[in-house]
C-alpha cells in the first residue's frame, strides 16, 4: 500500500471571508478571513482557497478568482481531481454547485443552518425566506464527508435534519488572533462594553442591555453596533479598556466577538441563550457554549435583575474581576488560538486523508480494537481522534477509562476532568473521577 503523504493538498471553497458590502463582518465573514489568514500561516498542508464572492482587499491575494460558478461539471471535476481534499467552508450556493462534483467534501462549519428551527416561522417569514430554507434543504439531502459545526451542541439539530450519506460531525469552533486580540497594559479599564450586529439584528439583545445599562447610570457604557453598524477593528480599544463585558445575545452558535473580548483581558459577563427548541417543547434557556461559569466567564440568567447583579459583583471586587480575566484569556490561548484551530484542521485532513487510504473510520477501527484488548493501539487512535475533535468529550472519555483500567490514575484523572469541562453533565466520567481520586487518595496515605 502506498504511504499516505504528509503533506496533502486541499481545495477550500467559500463565499464569505473580511469586510462585505457594508465595510463591517458578522460572524461568517469574520471567521472566513481568520481561518484564511490562519490556514496560511500555520498549516503543513498545502491549501488553496477558490473564491469569486470575497471583496475584501486584505483576503482576494490568497484567493483562486476561478469563477466555478459558470464552469461546467466536467471543467469543475477536472481541477477538484488535482486534489486530495475538498471541503466547502461556507455558502449554500457553493456547496450545492461542489456536491454535483463530489460526495467526499467537508461541509461547514457556516453553510447550514442560518434558521435553526424554520417551522416556528410565521407564514410572511417563510415566504420571505424561501431561497434560503430550499437551499439549506437541498444541501441537507447531498452526500458529505465531515460535517463541521461551531459546536457540540448542535450535532443532534445535524442528525436530524441531513438525510443523504455523511462521515462524524465534529465541532468546528473558529480561533481568535491573540496577537491582534490581547490585553493592553497601559490602558485604564474604565468601560462596560457591549456589542450588537446593528439596528435589524434584534437577537444581539438590544432591549435587554439597555435596562440593563438603566439600572446602572453611573458606569461608562458603550454599546457599539446598536443602532448603527461599525467598522471591524474598531472594537478593539474598547474590548481593552473594559472592565466588564456584557452578553445578552439569544443566541449564538459560537459568539466571536465574545472571545475577541477575552482575548483583551475583559472579564465576562454572559446571559443564557433564549430560542425556540427544535422538539416542540416552545422556548428554552440554554448555557452558552464554551463557557465554564466562574472560570471562563460568569453566566447568569436571562433577565435584568440577574445581569445587574453580577456586573455590580465585578465592579465592586477589582481582585474578582482580574482572576476572572486571567482565566478566561489562558483558556482562549490555550483552546481557541489560531495556531489550536489550525492544528485541529491539519488533523481533520491527515484523518481524512487515512480514512480515504484505509477505507472506514478511525471510529469503528478504534472501538473494535478496545473490544478486541488491543488497549494500547485503542489509545493511539483515541489520541488522534481528540487531535482532529478536541471539543468531543467521548473519546476523551475511552482515554480516561482506558487509562482507569491500566491503573494509571494520575492520566485517567485529566481526561475525565477534560470531559466534565466540555459536558458538565456527562455523569459516568464524573463517577470515574470520584472512584480515581479515591485511589489517588489512598495511595498518598
Given at each position: 500500500m502506498t504511504p499516505i503523504k504528509s503533506k496533502m493538498k486541499v481545495a477550500v471553497f467559500l463565499e464569505m471571508a473580511g469586510v462585505n458590502s457594508q465595510n463591517s463582518l458578522s460572524?461568517?465573514?469574520?471567521?472566513?478571513?481568520?481561518?484564511?489568514?490562519?490556514?496560511k500561516a500555520h498549516s503543513k498542508h498545502e491549501v488553496t482557497f477558490f473564491s469569486t464572492k470575497v471583496t475584501d482587499p486584505e483576503v482576494i491575494p490568497y484567493l483562486n478568482r476561478m469563477n466555478y460558478f459558470s464552469s461546467s461539471d466536467r471543467e469543475l471535476e477536472s481541477v477538484i481531481s488535482e486534489f486530495d481534499v475538498v471541503h466547502v467552508l461556507n455558502g449554500k450556493k457553493t456547496a450545492l454547485k461542489i456536491s454535483r462534483i463530489t460526495g467526499?467534501?467537508?461541509?461547514?462549519?457556516?453553510?447550514?443552518?442560518?434558521?435553526?428551527?424554520?417551522?416556528?416561522?410565521?407564514?410572511?417569514?417563510?415566504?420571505?425566506?424561501?431561497?434560503?430554507?430550499?437551499?439549506?434543504?437541498?444541501?441537507?439531502?447531498?452526500?458529505?464527508?465531515?460535517?463541521?459545526?461551531?459546536n457540540p451542541t448542535l450535532e443532534p439539530l445535524f442528525k436530524a435534519r441531513f438525510k443523504g450519506k455523511h462521515d462524524p460531525i465534529i465541532a468546528f469552533p473558529y480561533g481568535v488572533d491573540t496577537e491582534r486580540f490581547c490585553p493592553e497594559s497601559k490602558t485604564i479599564r474604565n468601560e462596560i462594553v457591549w456589542i450588537g450586529g446593528g439596528p435589524n439584528r434584534p437577537g444581539k439583545g438590544a432591549d435587554l442591555i439597555e435596562k440593563v445599562a438603566a439600572a446602572l447610570p453611573k458606569e461608562k457604557w458603550v454599546l457599539l453596533g446598536k443602532d448603527s453598524l461599525?467598522?471591524?477593528?474598531?472594537?478593539?480599544?474598547?474590548?481593552?479598556?473594559?472592565?466588564?463585558?456584557?452578553?445578552?445575545?439569544?443566541?449564538?452558535?459560537?459568539?466571536?466577538?465574545?472571545?475577541?473580548?477575552?482575548?483583551?483581558?475583559?472579564?465576562?459577563?454572559?446571559?443564557?441563550?433564549?430560542?425556540?427548541?427544535?422538539?416542540?417543547?416552545?422556548?428554552?434557556?440554554?448555557?452558552?457554549?464554551?463557557?465554564?461559569?466562574?472560570?471562563?466567564?460568569?453566566?447568569?440568567?436571562?433577565?435584568?435583575?440577574?445581569?445587574?447583579?453580577?456586573?455590580?459583583?465585578?465592579?465592586?471586587?477589582?481582585?474578582?474581576?482580574?482572576?476572572?480575566?486571567?482565566?478566561?484569556?489562558?483558556?482562549?490561548?490555550?483552546?481557541?488560538?489560531?495556531?489550536?484551530?489550525?492544528?485541529?484542521?491539519?488533523?481533520?485532513?491527515?484523518?481524512?486523508?487515512?480514512?480515504?487510504?484505509?477505507?472506514?473510520?478511525?471510529?469503528?477501527?478504534?472501538?473494535?480494537?478496545?473490544?478486541?484488548?488491543?488497549?494500547?493501539?485503542?489509545?493511539?487512535?483515541?489520541?488522534?481522534?481528540?487531535e482532529s475533535e478536541p471539543f468531543n468529550p467521548h473519546p476523551l472519555y475511552f482515554l480516561g477509562t482506558a487509562y482507569m483500567y491500566k491503573e494509571e490514575h494520575i492520566e485517567a484523572r485529566q481526561y475525565f476532568e477534560k470531559v466534565l469541562e466540555l459536558a458538565p453533565g456527562h455523569t459516568s466520567a464524573r463517577e470515574c473521577l470520584e472512584k480515581v481520586n479515591n485511589v489517588i487518595d489512598e495511595k498518598r496515605k
Open positions: 460572524g461568517p465573514y469574520a471567521g472566513g478571513k481568520t481561518f484564511i489568514n490562519a490556514v467526499q467534501a467537508i461541509l461547514g462549519p457556516n453553510v447550514v443552518f442560518s434558521i435553526p428551527n424554520p417551522t416556528k416561522l410565521a407564514p410572511e417569514v417563510r415566504v420571505e425566506k424561501a431561497t434560503l430554507l430550499e437551499e439549506e434543504e437541498a444541501v441537507c439531502h447531498k452526500d458529505w464527508s465531515y460535517l463541521l459545526t461551531p461599525f467598522r471591524y477593528g474598531d472594537h478593539i480599544p474598547h474590548l481593552q479598556r473594559a472592565k466588564v463585558y456584557v452578553v445578552t445575545t439569544a443566541h449564538e452558535t459560537q459568539g466571536l466577538a465574545t472571545f475577541e473580548a477575552m482575548a483583551c483581558g475583559a472579564p465576562i459577563v454572559i446571559a443564557n441563550y433564549k430560542f425556540e427548541s427544535n422538539d416542540g417543547k416552545g422556548s428554552c434557556e440554554q448555557s452558552p457554549r464554551y463557557h465554564i461559569n466562574g472560570v471562563t466567564s460568569k453566566i447568569v440568567a436571562r433577565n435584568v435583575d440577574s445581569i445587574v447583579k453580577e456586573v455590580q459583583n465585578l465592579l465592586d471586587s477589582s481582585h474578582e474581576r482580574e482572576e476572572l480575566a486571567r482565566k478566561s484569556l489562558a483558556y482562549v490561548r490555550g483552546q481557541f488560538s489560531l495556531q489550536s484551530m489550525v492544528r485541529q484542521y491539519d488533523a481533520l485532513i491527515s484523518r481524512k486523508a487515512k480514512e480515504t487510504e484505509v477505507g472506514e473510520s478511525l471510529s469503528p477501527i478504534a472501538k473494535n480494537q478496545r473490544d478486541k484488548g488491543n488497549l494500547e493501539e485503542s489509545i493511539l487512535n483515541y489520541k488522534l481522534l481528540t
